[in-house]
DNA sequence: TTCCAGGGGTAGA
DNA sequence: TCTACCCATGGA
């Protein structure tokens, strides 16, 4: 723990994980890590992301790879951390990298299908997420309705305008619920949210009013059908987005059916037959049961 | 100019 | 439950 040239504090803490996994090909499994405040370093293999810190201020971690179970994670603020700040950046990266999750019954149903096969092998499975939910509601609702790349300058834009500057990495951090409601909607409008701007907004203000905690989805006491009622009840997530955030909390049950997806199990599964149809899709991925999401993702679709 | 993109909400049947 | 329509925005 130190104070490096430029006066910012650092420290390395080591965490360790249940299940073996390769980073590198976890934060490649989907496009997540492109999304700012997360920052991969293909070089150095190496993943970072900036957050505002419930003590005021900012920190950064980044993660590198130390054993296949072992995690080096270098914390980074402009002074040193106390308790409940590190504990809020260690608990996150945690969560962002599922270090407490297991695979073990998705690698036992991908044994008896051969184009899983692969994905038992190599430990697959593991699909990045944001440190915080709120994160991943927003960045979700960006999704919608969209080419990536404009999903990807949204989120930039939301940080760059309302993000805080977290001073030892010069990165924005995503911003908070507070400084997105305060914003309103036509700033985010502005900002080229288009017709999200204001369900965002009322999301924003929900979350300020204290209306909605999103981390009480993340709790296991609630069944998934629960959690995907309370998903789908909040403004601009439907059913594409209640299962992409599902599979974020680690919930495989619900298929996030977007255009990527008809098109990949369109060609792959039926022929590139026109007139599928979404029902078709789901019973297609019935036999899979609370694997489904997981199943689509690392289907080896080349085969 | 028109169409569509890793959809959602609403009205009407 | 299903369908039709609108919702901004930018790139092809």
Redesign the pocket.
Known sequence: MLYSKHMHWSEVHVLEGTEPFALKEFVNA??WRSLAPFHWDAGDSCLSHVRALPGGGSGAWHVTQAAPTEWRVTLQAAAPLCDSDREVLLEGVRWALRLDESFAGFHALCRDHAPLRRAAVQGQGRLLRSPDLWEDLVK??C?????????Q?MVRALCDRWGELELATERRTFPTPVALAAAGPHEL??A????????LYRLAERLVSGELDPNTLRSSDISTDAVRRAL?A???????????LLMLLGRYDHL????????VVREGWFSDRTDL???EIERAFQPFGSWKALVYWFWDWSR
């Open positions: 989907h496009g979700t609702l999704t919608t309705c969209t080419t990536w790349a404009r999903t300058s409008r502005a080229g949210l288009g017709y999200r701007a204001d369900t789908i909040l403004p601009g997530i439907g059913p594409y987005a209640a299962g992409n996030a059916i977007d255009s990527w997806l008809r098109r149809t979404d029902a």
